[in-house]
């Protein structure tokens, strides 16, 4: 298990490996969260409803945020490290670049 004390903040943005059939992956939000996802919290983002990702932890500042709960807002700048299939996450970047 992925800890946030037990990597660097180098070693977290780098993150970006592949498993058979799944991914772990860095999703940066550069656009105001409101356009590039369903709402600015958690709860109205639905990660895996909309796009079928597991979030697993969110950097915000250098620092990882603890506890993420449905009432976490979003926000311009942070890192989403999210889990699921290739074409799941491919499709999270491309919401999000597109913003």
Not at 24 to 34: D, I, K, N, R
Not at 49 to 75: H, K, Q, V, W
Not at 85 to 98: D, Y
Request: hydrophobic share 50%; aromatic share 4%; with cysteine.
């Amino acid at each position: 298990m992925l800890r946030p004390h037990s990597l660097t903040k180098a070693a977290w943005a780098r993150i970006h490996l592949g498993l058979t059939g799944a991914e772990l992956a860095a999703v940066p939000v550069e656009a105001a969260p409101q356009t590039c996802l369903a709402g600015p919290r958690l709860s109205e983002a639905e990660l895996r409803r909309s796009f079928g990702l597991c979030l697993l932890a969110i950097r915000r500042d250098g620092a990882m945020l603890e506890p993420i709960a449905n009432e976490t807002t979003i926000l311009r700048h942070d890192t989403l490290y999210v889990f699921g299939k290739p074409a799941q996450v491919a499709q999270l970047l491309h919401v999000v670049e597109a913003a």
